[in-house]
């Protein structure tokens, strides 16, 4: 493909963001509506999913196209090996300007000291432009805050905190000179919660706007917090969705759009505390299952696409509309050839979990099966661990809001042990490992 027809490449990945706040979720409408038209003009990947759902260790996933312990960033707070082949690099070499914007995470964290959240060049994966904080939830609060730029130095962050990073990322989509094709992330913290202040922090009047919303189904019969975070969790999914159409706008206006590829994601989603005494961290869908939506290429045209894919595919597809070849180290297959028609998605995902638990999950359309292994720190220390017991079993058919454990059900071993000769395959090609699953004892 030549550099002058290339197209440029802007990827927005929120936080924590769960797949049904779009509209085909069928619950929570009307609070995307630029993501939901979008997504009716262009593709939605019904059935995305984080391959660790963790902030950090997630995102490694997105910058090497591996999965997180083979980059080492297994928890958060670990630092993302500078020589590590990361997208940003191979998108410089072939002519692109990169340009990173919002949250980064990727750093090692030595202290809650918003002076250190800097990110020194070398580290910075292969990205020319930069506007960023390393933990943005610990130098901004809803209002206030701040990034860092190219120098390491602070520049401040205005209006709400989506808004206020959102314009960094105009800054450069203006000042592009168009000589050749850019890639942009944009790394959003909506709708994440605040960690100093434990609550979740729409825009001004959330709690109003959204105060009736129905919630989704695992939500309105598990415990957690979502009686008090709902409202505003969903009021900063619609200020992202704002800004979604901001960058839309300013690449209409400077006559890019047509020429540009529009990804939209998020890291992990948010079950409110539900499943453990955190908001993600488990294998249940409110944890795994994220948003994916595609415009612009081979993504025109209003297609909802069923198939099964991982979070760990979005480095190959960026750099396959990109006309580039895909390393044989990545693990993901390409989407933009799966809305083509020329491969089919995936047959099963898989996630790692950590911090909570230590944990491995395999799902297909109609099976969740997950095990776990350790405790808590457990979890923290160690990338992976010589025997896990089974803990989950879904059927996601009868079941899709995993609201009934099936592991202990006799009728299902054979479902059990068939998953598990599979999740131990996976472990075996990217773990290099041969784990003890011990089985539980059917009732």
């Not at 189904?217 to 598990?222: G, P, S």
């Not at 990804?263 to 944890?287: I, P, Q, V, W």
């Not at 994220?290 to 760990?312: C, E, K, N, R």
Request: net charge negative; aromatic share 10%.
């Amino acid at each position: 493909m030549e550099q002058s027809k290339r197209p440029n490449i802007v990827f927005v990945l929120s936080d924590q963001q769960r797949w049904d706040t779009l509209s085909y979720g069928g619950v929570v409408e009307g609070v995307t509506p630029n993501l939901d038209r979008l997504a009716q003009e262009g593709t939605l990947f019904e059935n995305c999913f984080s391959a660790q759902p963790v902030c950090g260790p997630s995102r490694a996933c997105l910058q090497s196209g591996r999965y997180a312990t083979e980059t080492g960033n297994f928890v958060n707070g670990k630092m993302l090996p500078p020589d590590t082949d990361c997208i940003a690099k191979r998108m410089k070499e072939a002519g692109y300007d990169t340009a990173y914007v919002g949250k980064w995470h990727l750093m090692e964290e030595k202290e809650i000291d918003p002076s250190g959240w800097d990110v020194p060049p070398q580290y910075r994966a292969g990205y020319d432009y930069w506007r960023v904080s390393n933990l943005l939830e610990f130098t901004s609060h809803a209002y206030e805050g701040y990034l860092f730029n190219n120098d390491n130095e602070k520049v401040p962050i205005r209006g709400y905190r989506a808004d206020g990073v959102t314009d960094y990322a105009l800054e450069y989509i203006e000042k592009h000179c168009g000589d050749r094709p850019f890639f942009l992330m944009l790394s959003l913290l909506e709708p994440h919660h605040q960690n100093d202040e434990r609550r979740f922090c729409g825009p001004d009047g959330s709690k109003e706007q959204y105060a009736n919303y129905p919630m989704p189904v695992d939500l309105q019969n598990l415990s957690g917090d979502q009686q008090e975070g709902f409202a505003d969790y969903l009021g900063a999914c619609n200020r992202l969705d704002w800004n979604v159409g901001r960058i839309e706008e300013l690449l209409k206006r400077q006559g890019m759009w047509e020429n540009t590829i529009f990804l939209c994601t998020s890291d992990h989603g948010c079950h409110f505390k539900t499943r453990n005494s955190e908001y993600k961290r488990s294998c249940h869908d409110a944890s795994i299952h994220v948003p994916l939506v595609a415009h612009g290429g081979p993504f025109q045209g209003g297609h909802s696409i069923g198939d099964l894919v991982s979070l760990v595919d979005i480095p190959s597809t960026i750099l396959s509309v990109a006309g580039m070849q895909i390393p044989t180290s990545y693990r993901g297959i390409a989407l933009d050839q799966v809305a083509s028609g020329n491969i089919q998605g995936r047959e099963y995902v898989f996630s790692q979990i950590s911090e909570a638990v230590c944990g491995r999950c395999v799902r297909s359309k109609k099976w969740k099966y997950s095990v776990e292994s350790g405790s808590e720190q457990d979890s923290w220390e160690h990338p992976s661990m010589p025997y896990y017991q089974e803990r989950y079993l879904y059927d996601l058919e009868k079941d899709p809001h995993e609201l009934c454990n099936l592991i202990h059900e006799q009728e299902y071993e054979p479902v059990r042990k068939e998953l598990q000769k599979i999740l131990l395959e996976w472990i075996k090609e990217v773990e290099g490992e041969t784990p003890k699953i011990l089985t539980v004892k059917s009732e």
